[in-house]
């Protein structure tokens, strides 16, 4: 038999081809080799006209994909073996160069990939954005093929269009697969590829349980992550107290400024959005409530509510004066116990705020009380 180079890419039933490629598909899925073969040999190679269609089976088969990279996808290996004994290239790829590797390691096909290893397949192909296969493998959190990329010698942190395997890996949310790369040691967890990091990738997908494992094994939490902003920035705008805290817990520094010209501090983007409880939670993780910004702006100043009865951004401004009355007022104290004014004497009284936080659980009731806001409560109504 000649050899083929065979090509899904229609749901189309012609004169010519007196069956349909749903059928090969549903085939497939079940490994069926005996009615495959039946239905294969009727035909020299697939109909080349597209038809999206096919992607009501997977968003990956959007690009013409090629039998043997259907069969990857499915794990059919008698199927990929007969494939191979009648012509097919090991690495027939789709129209985005996506090799049947890819596929396999995009479903944790360990026993696939190395199917096509013994028969010479590349393994290191890339597609049309350099993706090797241990980037389709983070990003769908397959832990059996990144354990085998690992084992094998793989390149773990090659850089792809859009970006490493670790920052595919958090932007899904791939918990498994981002605590595997993290713990070789050999994944560059703060790299920024077009403006993005890990960092703001795992945010983004409100992936929070991996942060802990990525701050152990390197992440700077104190990294700029759009553009000037640090990660506190991005949170406090976002008006999430409780990640605000989460972050302040893992050592996220409330004193680092956007930039130093600008000097705009956390603490000044919580007061221009009037969230008095992230203001708190800034507070006692020892956030300075009287630095000026390059206009000489005070929190203070950028939290006054712009009518009088808006009562809500008027409690901002209010939580803020209480705690500027407290700052000068653990001053006063420091000041008459040391009988002095030391050098670090801002850093003395930040230390004491975050100490009473600890003591006393401020942050933490300030988050929990943010939570339990968040769920409605059908009070009783009074009676009249």
């Known amino acids: 038999m000649n050899s083929i180079h065979p090509k899904l890419e229609t749901l189309m039933i012609t004169t010519r081809y007196p069956w349909e490629p749903i059928e090969i598909i549903e085939l497939i899925k079940r490994d069926n080799i005996e009615e495959f073969k039946k239905i294969y040999n009727t035909a020299e190679q697939l109909p ?54 890819h ?56 850089q792809a269009a859009d970006g490493c395997p670790i920052h595919l890996a958090c932007k899904t949310g791939s918990f498994r697969a981002i605590e595997i790369l993290a713990k070789t040691g050999k994944v560059n967890l703060n790299r920024i590829v077009h403006d993005r990091s890990p960092l703001l990738h795992v945010m983004n997908s409100s992936c929070l349980e991996a942060l802990p494992i990525l701050f152990e094994y390197g992440m700077d939490i104190n990294q700029n992550i759009v553009g000037n902003w640090t990660a506190l920035h991005y949170v406090v705008r976002a008006g999430s107290p409780y990640v605000v805290g989460f972050l302040c817990k893992y050592g996220a520094n409330p004193n680092i400024p956007l930039d ?32 000026l910004t390059h206009a000489k702006n005070s929190p203070f100043t950028l939290s006054k509510p712009y ?20 700052f000068f007022a653990r001053s ?40 339990m806001n968040k769920i409605p409560v059908n009070k009783p109504k009074k009676d009249v």
Request: glycine residues 2%; proline residues 2%; aromatic residues 12%.
């Open 103 to 158: 596929f396999a390691a995009m479903m944790d096909h360990v026993s696939f990939i190395i199917f096509l290893s013994s028969h010479g397949a590349d393994i290191n192909a890339t597609d049309i954005t350099n993706r090797l296969y241990i980037h389709w493998a983070a990003e769908n959190n397959c832990v059996k093929v990144l354990q085998y990329a690992i084992m094998s010698g793989a390149n773990i942190d090659a």
């Open 260 to 291: 130093k010209s600008y000097k705009w501090f956390p603490m000044h983007v919580a007061a221009q959005e009037h969230h008095s409880k992230i203001i708190t939670i800034l507070y006692y993780n020892g956030s300075l409530i009287h630095s």
């Open 332 to 371: 006063i104290l420091l000041m008459f116990l040391t009988e002095q004014i030391p050098s670090n004497f801002e850093e003395m009284v930040t230390k004491s705020t975050k100490k009473y936080n600890m003591e006393m659980g401020v942050v933490k009731e300030a988050m929990v009380t943010y939570e």
């Open 307 to 326: 009518h009088k009865r808006d009562n809500q951004y008027g409690k901002a401004s209010i939580t803020i004066r209480n705690y500027v009355i407290d």
């Open 48 to 101: 080349d006209s597209v038809n999206n269609s096919l992607t009501q089976y997977s968003a990956m088969f959007n690009k013409s994909p090629t039998v043997l990279c259907i069969a990857a996808y499915y794990n059919a290996l008698q199927i990929a073996d007969y494939l191979l004994q009648i012509g097919v290239l090991p690495d027939d790829a789709d129209q985005f160069f996506r090799a049947p590797v």
